[in-house]
């Protein structure tokens, strides 16, 4: 209702200005300056000046008192504030991204000579906007102790981000929905989808190093509207900058296997040499003028990793081939069960150590330019050249991934009499090889009875992303305007060719060979996939007195349909992807309705409370990955991947081990089965709906205190329907000439209500904490991402999916702390033994993440067994590392003639969860100072503790060992050196 009540105003706000992909990377400074009788001042001369590199930022006061300073670069600033008549006002700030600061400003009467120094650093709470904005400060970043130096750990101190994979999730909203910038451009490291790591997070190092990073700014809850491009926030990294001073550092950090404590599930650990290095180093090219900062990361990591997984035992290998000798190159490639089984298991435990391997190689280069007062210019590039080799239980076909990456952004501030502007250009590219060897053996994967080969895959996927935002903001009166224009250019391109698969649902289908599920990947030549996003917003913070602050904004965005190069995007139009094919100019219909009105206000109490809320609505484009780059296929009449049924096999003769190029005759061509993705005509964007209410509160210098309640809801979240599927009873299809296909729309949708709790202590005096707690509930029809989805296991009965979604954590807690001691004692050698220690530290707790249970033997994908009561979590679970209660569950039988589940399972999704896991990791560490140089050396303990949170649960009912942990946390160490000046 309100989006198509603001639909009209679209071209308005096109012809103000727009910003696509805009994200704040500065900070603006609000004041207000008054006399002792709170009477206003006019006319007083401000000037904000950067204590590294000498940078001046000037400003005078309007007639209600107010003075604006925009686009200021993070860093240590001094505020001089200097009216004839009166005292000069002196104040230290610390800015930070995105930071909106807000101060009033009293002068003394007296003489400009006299100086009132204010010794208070920038507030800590947010008195101008109803934003939730969170930093994850340099000292953090450098002293905290954090695994692989990987620094997307460290957002989970945010009360509202929980990590996911390759993303966040942010208040209850999609991980692809989160967008990721580096200094203010597009930072993603998919070309797909938007990503914190790379494409499966093969990575060590993403987007760029930590030791790069001056800080992360969370931009969360009712943003301005000069956030766009996502629908639940924004990660931002700023990079260091060089300054006036020569400095830098050198670190290594390293871990080996003597280190670590005895996993349960080997006998002594195993084999590790983890190595990371490297340095950095900032400096004037032109003092004042000029600076330079670069980095260079290097890691080379090789170990042995626990693989554990079911395999067929002897006696079952013995029968089977006695009934189909066919099998042999399939049984051969797997070892023999490690754990003790039953004489009539199919299936027992095999597990073992195999090498995985990693190394990455990172830079990052930037460059500042003062070119006068009033223009200054920085551009930064980060490259990286990341390498993987994963293991798995069939030592034969282990996943090699390779990969480039590479962003750059430049951007310019120019400053005018009335209004200011900022420019901002990135380009971001990933190239990605990944190859499985099965695909080199050329062997077919088969699925049976809980057991199969894995993927044998080569994929190669290219891309790049382009973006450009124009910001102007300018003020008037008690008006703080800002408007702006962009562009966000997407790209992408595969190559992809993969084994085919056969999947049994019963042992005596697998003896006559009647596989109930085929899957047959013709291949894909290169292509290129191309959308852009183009959108605009008008902001207005309006100061209505000295305590209250409204901000209106309203901003409008529309993505591109998607076009392939050479037009080769095949998608079939209605009814649900069973009619013609769509023009390929017409992927789906474009979605014009993106306009996202946002309404916020700030009520400061008094000088150190505030009480902030507001609504918005948030925009994401539609992701390639998950829908798009899933039409794309060579011609119409060769199709990339077919899948076949038991009715299929039993009709084409598709039987183990026939190729791909052996049934490319059987399932090719106009007249033959049609099997690729389809997406519905209506596809409109997905959007949320978001709304808080927070209450913040100073307590002293350097603490804080916020309470807060956050809601969401997700809209047009993509869901995966499949289609065609034979008849649960008679394995018939109900479209013939068509074989099982997926088909996209945007029919799903997410609840989320959490409440937040945060304590903060900004480092000072040798000290720093936070701590937050949330309480939240994440409901969804099924996963509620906006990628790939798990289908419903009954088609077109999306109610029956309703439940936690994939990353609802009821109760979090996480908590860090940064502690110097003080030298004491008199004599130099007491405070040279005493002084220097330090000790820092993160802990977790968290509630379990729910999990689906499944039966994987039936053709229908997800389909979930019946509950039948009783206590669904065993008592013992710890002692015997049985975690679910078999008994708890039935399966619903399967049909002889289609291998499918006669009726859907009564279980509902994400009925159950994995156990709660508590974590403490701790960093002593001892600091030796000699000047401006330090040297630290420390010992990071990860689960210092040894507390064993277990995983791996396995969910799959027809699995032998269902309901099992086969996986455990425990405690490593790092030791490492860093030397900085």
């Known amino acids: 209702m309100i989006r198509g009540i603001f639909a009209t105003a679209a071209a308005a706000v096109l012809a103000y200005g727009a910003g696509a992909d805009a994200q704040v990377t500065t900070a603006t400074v609000y004041g207000r300056v008054t006399d002792a009788t709170d009477a206003v001042l006019p006319g007083a001369n401000v000037t904000l000046t950067n204590e590294t590199t000498a940078a001046v930022w000037s400003a005078v006061t309007n007639e209600q008192g107010e003075l604006t300073i925009n686009f200021v670069p993070v860093g240590r600033y001094t505020l001089r504030v200097a009216l004839e008549g009166f005292a000069e006002h002196l104040q230290h700030l610390e800015l930070s991204a995105g930071q909106t600061v807000r101060s009033s400003i009293s002068l003394a009467v007296g003489e400009l000579t006299d100086a009132a120094s204010v010794t208070a650093a920038t507030p800590l709470i947010n008195r101008a906007n109803a934003q939730h904005q969170d930093v994850v400060a340099s000292e953090q970043l450098v002293e905290l102790p954090v695994g692989s130096r990987d620094w997307s750990e460290l957002l989970e101190l945010d009360s509202s981000i929980v990590l996911e994979g390759e993303g966040a999730v942010m208040n209850g909203l999609p991980p692809a929905g989160l967008s990721l910038t580096i200094d203010g451009t597009n930072g993603s490291s998919d070309a797909e989808s938007p990503s914190i790591a790379a ?132 049984f051969a490639l797997f070892p023999d069960p490690t754990e003790p089984h039953t004489e009539d298991a199919l299936t027992a435990p095999f597990q073992a150590l195999r090498p995985d391997s990693r190394d990455d190689d990172h830079v990052t280069a930037r460059v500042d330019v003062s070119l006068s007062s009033a223009n200054r210019f920085n551009a930064r590039y980060s490259g990286g050249r990341p390498e993987r080799v994963n293991p798995r239980v069939i030592e034969a076909n282990p996943r090699t991934h390779s990969g480039q990456q590479d962003s750059g952004t430049m951007a310019f501030t120019h400053a005018a009499t009335g209004w200011v502007a900022e420019t901002r250009a990135g380009l971001n590219r990933s190239n990605i090889d990944r190859v499985d060897e099965l695909y080199t053996l050329g062997h077919p994967n088969v699925q049976v009875s809980g057991v199969g080969l894995g993927d044998g895959e080569l994929f190669l996927k290219r891309g790049w992303l382009f973006s450009f935002d124009q910001v102007i903001a300018m003020t008037r009166g008690r008006h703080s305007l800002k408007a702006g224009l962009g562009l966000v250019h997407q790209r992408s391109g595969r190559e992809n060719f993969q084994i085919p698969g056969y999947e049994y649902s019963s042992l005596d289908d697998f003896s006559a060979n009647i596989p109930n599920g085929g899957e047959f990947t013709f291949g894909l030549d290169d292509f290129r996939l191309t959308t852009s996003q183009l959108g605009g917003f008008v902001q207005d913070d309006i100061r209505l007195g000295s305590s209250l602050v409204m901000n209106v904004g309203v901003r409008y965005d529309y993505c591109t349909v998607p076009e392939e ?34 309404l916020g206000i700030a009520w400061s109490i008094d000088d150190q409370s505030v009480l902030r809320g507001g609504v918005g609505i948030f925009v994401s484009p539609h992701p390639l990955f998950g829908g798009p780059v899933d039409v794309v296929l060579n011609s119409a009449d060769e199709q990339f991947r077919v899948n076949t049924s038991r009715q299929d096999s039993l009709d084409l003769g598709i039987r183990f081990p026939l190729t791909n190029a052996d049934v490319e005759d059987l399932l090719q061509g106009p007249a033959e089965l049609w099997g690729t993705r389809s997406i519905s005509p209506s596809f409109p964007n997905p959007y949320s709906t978001q709304w808080s209410a927070i209450f913040e509160r100073q307590l002293g210098a350097h603490d804080s205190l916020e309470v807060g309640y956050t809601g969401s809801r997700g809209d047009n979240l993509n869901t995966l329907w499949e289609m065609n599927r034979p ?255």
Do not use: C
């Open 199 to 330: 494409y499966q997070g093969f990575n060590t190092i993403s987007g760029v190093s930590t030791e790069a990073i001056a800080e992360i700014s969370v931009s969360s809850g009712i943003a301005s509207a000069e956030f766009g491009g996502t629908m639940a926030g924004n990660v931002n990294i700023i990079t260091r900058s060089g300054s006036n001073t020569f400095h830098g550092s050198l670190f290594e950090n390293h871990q080996r296997d003597e280190l670590d404590a005895a996993n349960p599930f080997v006998d002594q650990a195993p084999d590790k040499r983890f190595n990371q290095f490297g340095g950095s180093i900032g400096r004037p090219a032109i003092r004042n003028r000029v600076f330079f900062f670069g980095t260079y990361e290097g890691v080379r990591s090789d170990k042995m990793t626990l693989e554990r997984e079911n395999v067929p035992t002897p006696d079952w290998r013995a029968d089977a081939l006695a009934a189909n000798p066919i099998y042999e190159s399939f």
């Open 565 to 598: 190069r050479d037009g080769r995007l095949f998608n079939r139009d209605a009814p649900f992807g069973t009619g013609p094919l769509r023009s390929p100019d017409s992927l789906y219909e474009g979605d014009f309705n993106n306009v996202s009105p946002r």
């Open 727 to 981: 008849d649960r009873l008679t394995g018939i299809r109900p479209h013939a000439g068509f074989a099982q296909f997926d088909w996209y729309d945007a029919s799903n949708s997410s609840e989320y209500n959490g409440l937040q709790l945060s304590l903060r202590r900004r480092f000072a005096d040798r000290f720093g904490f936070g701590a937050s707690y949330t309480l939240s509930k994440s409901m969804s029809h099924g996963g509620g991402d906006l990628l790939l989805e798990t289908p419903p296991q009954e088609t077109f009965d999306l109610e029956a999916e309703w439940g936690p979604s994939d990353w609802d954590v009821r109760h979090r807690l996480v908590a860090n702390v940064i502690y110097e001691l003080p030298p004491m004692g008199e004599s130099r050698l007491m405070r040279g033994l005493v002084g220097g220690w330090q000790v820092s530290g993160i802990f977790t707790a968290r509630s379990g993440q729910p999990v689906s249970i499944v039966d994987d033997e039936s053709a229908y994908e997800s389909s979930r067994p019946d509950s039948v009561g009783g206590d669904m979590v065993l008592s013992d679970w710890r002692d015997t590392l049985q975690y679910l209660n078999p008994a708890a569950f039935e399966r619903v039988p399967l049909s002889e003639e289609s291998g499918a589940s006669i009726r859907p399972g009564a279980l509902g999704w994400n009925a159950a969860r994995e156990p709660a896991a508590y974590n403490l990791d701790l960093g002593p560490a001892r600091n030796f100072h000699v000047g401006r140089y330090r040297l630290q050396v420390r010992a990071d303990m990860f689960n210092a503790l040894n507390t064993r949170n277990y995983g791996g649960l396995v969910s799959e009912i027809d699995a032998d060992d269902f309901g099992s942990l086969n996986s455990v946390s425990t405690r490593t160490m790092q030791v490492g050196a860093r030397f900085s000046f």
